[in-house]
């Protein structure tokens, strides 16, 4: 056996080694249990509905969209703060105040009826700074 021959069939077998080790790797990382490290998912006040989402973010001293528009019936509301202060998404009329930490999201889930609904941020002086919005439910 020459010397090239050498090179190459041990070449050919790091090869495969590292192919099968690779293989069990992806697959051993594919296991259905649970990391016991992990910290569980926060829970949001209601589950997802299966109708419709309105995803609305919140910063000083704006929401965005300020204008929302949905359908009437069962929907969910994503609020996110992109603030670096505590804000809320609040609709008096309809009962609503959502309200979530900078940097985190909070949503609850609600049968919208037809009509215009104001939503502001209930944190004081926000609403005076212009955090405020429309809903449209048609």
Same mark, same amino acid.
């Given at each position: 056996?020459?010397?090239?021959?050498?090179?190459?069939?041990?070449?050919?077998?790091?090869?495969? +080694?590292?192919?099968?080790?690779?293989?069990?790797?992806?697959?051993?990382?594919?296991?259905?249990?649970?990391?016991?490290?992990? @910290? !569980?998912?926060?829970?949001?006040?209601? !589950?997802?509905?299966?109708?419709?989402?309105?995803?609305?973010?919140?910063?000083?001293?704006?929401?965005?969209?300020?204008?929302?528009? @949905?359908?009437?019936?069962?929907?969910? %509301?994503?609020?996110?703060?992109?603030?670096?202060?505590?804000?809320?998404?609040?609709?008096?009329?309809?009962? %609503?105040? %959502?309200?979530?930490?900078?940097?985190?999201?909070?949503? +609850?889930?609600?049968?919208?009826? !037809?009509?215009?609904?104001?939503?502001?941020?209930?944190?004081?002086?926000?609403?005076?700074?212009?955090?405020?919005?429309?809903?449209?439910?048609?």
């Amino acid at each position: 056996m020459t010397r090239s021959t050498i090179f190459s069939d041990t070449l050919r077998r790091g090869s495969a +080694t590292v192919a099968v080790a690779a293989v069990v790797f992806v697959v051993s990382g594919c296991g259905g249990g649970a990391d016991k490290g992990a @910290a !569980p998912a926060p829970a949001s006040k209601a !589950p997802a509905a299966a109708g419709a989402v309105l995803e609305v973010t919140g910063a000083e001293f704006s929401f965005a969209p300020a204008t929302l528009k @949905a359908s009437a019936g069962k929907t969910t %509301i994503r609020f996110t703060n992109k603030g670096v202060v505590e804000h809320d998404f609040t609709i008096d009329a309809l009962n %609503i105040e %959502i309200s979530a930490a900078p940097g985190k999201t909070a949503e +609850t889930t609600v049968t919208l009826a !037809p009509g215009t609904y104001t939503s502001v941020c209930t944190v004081p002086g926000h609403l005076q700074s212009g955090m405020k919005g429309t809903l449209t439910v048609a």
